[in-house]
């Protein structure tokens, strides 16, 4: 019981019906579509955060359109690794996985968070999963392989980004230009393993997420360019509203504003 | 003894006197104006902290005038919820009682801060208070219920804030907009268990310790139209110097001049 | 097992010998220049990321020229510790031990952060260390005195700069300037058992890491007039690209930049 947090047991029971849990283990959920009323702890310490949870998070937010309810679990996965919070971590993993987010997807996108959110978030995403992988049986034949073969690369555009950050930053950090060549654009971004709008949507939340204002535009850009709409992105924003807090979205609006503004279409 | 922290240690021993705590129980503190000789962990590791702790800290600045120990216990229990420090919480939570806190302002304060810091956030806030008000017999007659009389709204001024953001982001994000307006500034600024000021003080105090520079402005101001105090203001500043680190305070410092500057009197 | 984290695993079978850890210890490592396969969790969940851990991060960066083993140690713990990585943090206090940075150096990082990264995370450091400073057998005799004679002043420099900030904060936050002159810059800057680069070294690794941009200037300046070179102050970015996150790097590169620009020579 302890593991299944407060968020936890609010959002099982108001979207998904919980199937009886062997003993010490997370219960599973399934999406059913049903609805029985919240309990928990979130009622003995503030009961209008329980009323907010259901009526406006998982009744409302969870269940808007423009962004389906897997893309709004990588959202959400994205935010709480790139905040470094496992209390939450669990729940949402089994929510994700229900949400029909793969295993293979799910361990990719704790490999390019450790990249864009730092290796020790992906550690301690490393731990959460693990956990839930073992209870839910998942093994190493639905997990990708540490090499396989890459996307192809547009070469044009990687070598045109890469001349400019050489041009930027070549003199001052060539370490950091030479990895984010050689292991993220060459290597990281390339594998089949999370298609390339999902990689942007996990990074565009990571961004968003933990108050990374200044990378959104490139890489909001690169999210459209990359098949995210315009009805997506806002999505994106409101979700995190809740999820990441008002203040990072209100610090991210400036920028997606003036990156929409300045796309065709 | 694992749980109450090295930091609750020390402030314990400073600033309170321990009452001989039941098994396994959290030492209750009581304000006596006593001091008796730190001791714990912190001289294990770095004993010019635990001499920093009580001659800086807990007999200087957590009795500096222009802010009472009960909005600083305010101000701290912000900083940590925004940070997600879950550690030093429990000892936070108890102190914030002990100094005049209500049960139902914490639970206010908590889902306050589920919006401006983060759904997880205040879930990990809920499971440390929850233990605290357990443990202090803390029930649901105290605490504020889900749905209650608002407080009256200042229609001028909110249609005037909701147009400016509908003008800037409607066509960016229409459900933040949306939520900003229904959840955030009709609903939840008007529960009663909170007072105004008092939300604002965690709102400024969150922002500064999240390093949310570009929310601030507003925010502050808000807060100085609450009747938070010039004063009060400038002591908020640097009793967070020191919960949120000096890099949070140096760069809210500009802002916070400049919204001093531009106001009346 | 479980406290010997994944990264850790995979750090240890890298670059180090691990030798048989007593029932229940945290298993001792020794730089020994050894590599044996790596194991452990990582595989379970993500098996690019554990190729990466050794093939980019162990293998690779840490061993890069211009930044010794000991000196990233030094930037590793300073962003754990700004971050509040306490998973990851046992792991990296006992390999900068073995590393060669001496525990009253560990005592006074942790001190230092206290006022730049924040109290608590101090606090969340504090009893990480004292775990391992338990079982490495290291005692009071081997940590800095809470007072003791400090290094000589620049009054010249200190006067200009508390000059400064009291043009411009000492109307808004005077408490700030204050404590900003008497604890920070005339004691703990001067305390003898960290030397004046390497305390350099933490706050600017803690500044990127947390991603206080706005600092940095000021404090890479003093790095280098402490006697950081432009090619230590490269790797202290190219490391923290992995350990805080490409974000947090590419922010501060234009600024690095900056500071590298207006320096002679």
């Known amino acids: 019981m302890k593991r299944f947090s407060a968020l936890g047991l609010a959002l099982a029971t108001t979207i998904s019906l919980i199937t009886a849990p062997a003993q010490g283990q997370q219960p599973q959920t399934k999406q059913v579509g049903k609805t029985i009323a919240p309990r928990g702890d979130i009622g003995a310490v503030a009961p209008a955060l329980e009323k907010y949870a259901q009526d406006r998070l998982?009744?409302?937010?969870w269940k808007?359109?423009?962004l389906s309810a897997r893309d709004r679990s990588v959202?959400?996965?994205a935010a709480l690794i790139a905040r470094n919070q496992t209390a939450e971590m669990k729940y949402h993993v089994n929510l994700a996985l229900d949400h029909g987010v793969k295993p293979a997807e799910i361990s990719e996108i704790i490999t390019h968070l450790a990249f864009y959110s730092g290796w020790g978030n992906a550690m301690s995403a490393v731990n959460v999963t693990k956990e839930v992988f073992t209870q839910r049986k998942i093994g190493a034949n639905q997990?990708?392989?540490a090499s396989e073969k890459l996307l192809p690369l547009d070469e044009a555009a990687e070598t045109q980004r890469a001349a400019r950050v050489e041009q930027d930053y070549g003199a001052v950090a060539p370490g950091v230009v030479q990895y984010t060549s050689d292991v993220l654009f060459r290597d990281l971004w390339l594998r089949p393993a999370l298609a390339s709008r999902d990689r942007s949507l996990v990074t565009v939340s990571a961004l968003i997420a933990s108050g990374q204002v200044a990378q959104i535009p490139y890489h909001l850009n690169k999210a459209m360019d990359n098949g995210m709409t315009k009805a997506q992105a806002s999505e994106v924003l409101t979700h995190l509203a809740f999820y990441a807090g008002w203040p990072n979205?209100?610090?991210?609006?400036?920028?997606a504003k003036s990156v929409f503004e300045k796309r065709p279409g």
Do not use: I, K, M, Q
């Open 143 to 145: 997990l990708p392989p």
């Open 249 to 255: 979205v209100f610090s991210a609006l400036p920028v």
């Open 75 to 77: 959202v959400t996965l």
């Open 58 to 61: 998982f009744e409302d937010v």
């Open 64 to 66: 808007r359109p423009d």
